[in-house]
Nanobody, 123 residues
Framework: QLQASGGGLVQPGGSLRLSCTAS????????VAWFRQSSEKEREFVAA????????SYADSVKGRFTISRDNTKNTVYLQMNSLKPEDTAVYYC??????????????????WGQGTLVTVSS
């Protein structure tokens, strides 16, 4: 399973960087995605990155504010979150693609869900 970390409490307009690592495995050549779930919404796609890091995909709600990246030498995927808003408050999860379709935002295209990390944006 994957392990997400780096969450915390931040004021609106602030930044956080989340990390995703794989326990006892590597990501291989699979894409990796971030999803989030708040108390008011179902789990939703946030961002994804291909194995080659050449391609990324973002939800409209985070475009221009969030950046997904990966370091295959460290077997880690990051989510840099800037200009955070209260509506970004959620538990953030990472997942590995079942196929190579990094652009497929449907949950059934991803697995390896582990414990997420809570991000709270509040003043």
């Amino acid at each position: 399973q994957l392990q997400a970390s780096g969450g915390g409490l931040v004021q609106p307009g602030g930044s956080l960087r989340l990390s995703c690592t794989a326990s006892g495995r590597t990501f291989g050549r699979a894409p990796v995605a971030w999803f989030r779930q708040s108390s008011e919404k179902e789990r939703e796609f946030v961002a994804a990155i291909s194995w080659s890091v050449a391609s990324t995909s973002y939800a409209d709600s985070v475009k221009g504010r969030f950046t997904i990246s990966r370091d295959n030498t460290k077997n880690t995927v990051y989510l840099q979150m800037n200009s955070l808003k209260p509506e970004d408050t959620a538990v953030y999860y990472c997942a590995v693609g079942v196929t190579g379709r990094y652009y497929d935002t449907r949950e059934n295209n991803w697995n390896g869900w582990g414990q997420g990390t809570l991000v709270t944006v509040s003043s």
